[in-house]
């Protein structure tokens, strides 16, 4: 485990099933991930921890993604194209963020997962519960 002591945040990895796709993200060992009940979150399951750009950090296996977009073509859902599993994305909601997706993390860096509903089938008037996760 890699800790950033002044701001409280330990180096979290992470990655797809098949392992082409490896990533560290810096955030606390306490995790509030936002559960989804949008269209594409509520098929995959996919338990949201946004965080600013800096501090994301794809390891390994740039080239074995594939991106998928839809609607206002602002969020891209990046899926591993060998094993299929989105393990992180850029959201619509912070566009200058990742999004990555607690359930791909491997897990011996958390302490506990606090889950919070969000209600993405109603995304234009709660976009703003989101917006100031990735400053």
Same mark, same amino acid.
């Not at 890699?2 to 002591?5: E, F, H, I």
């Not at 606390?28 to 949008?38: D, K, S, Y």
């Given at each position: 485990m890699?800790?950033?002591?002044s701001a409280g945040f330990v180096t979290h990895r992470g990655g797809c099933h098949c392992g082409a796709v490896q990533f560290e993200v810096m955030a606390?060992?306490?995790?509030?991930?936002?559960? +989804?009940? +949008?269209s594409i979150c509520q098929k995959s399951g996919y338990l949201h921890l946004i965080v600013p750009a800096d501090r994301f950090r794809l390891q390994s296996g740039?080239?074995?993604?594939?991106? /998928?977009?839809?609607?206002?073509g602002i969020a891209r859902? /990046?899926?591993c194209r060998h094993c299929g599993i989105k393990s992180f994305y850029v959201p619509r909601s912070n566009p200058q963020g990742f999004s990555v997706n607690v359930r791909c993390l491997e897990g011996d860096t958390i302490e506990r997962i606090r889950i919070l509903q969000f209600d993405g089938r109603n995304w234009e008037q709660n976009a703003q519960v989101l917006a100031h996760l990735s400053e």
């Open positions: 890699t800790a950033n002591s606390e060992t306490i995790i509030e991930a936002h559960e +989804c009940n +949008c740039e080239a074995e993604l594939s991106v /998928y977009t839809f609607n206002t859902h /990046y899926f």
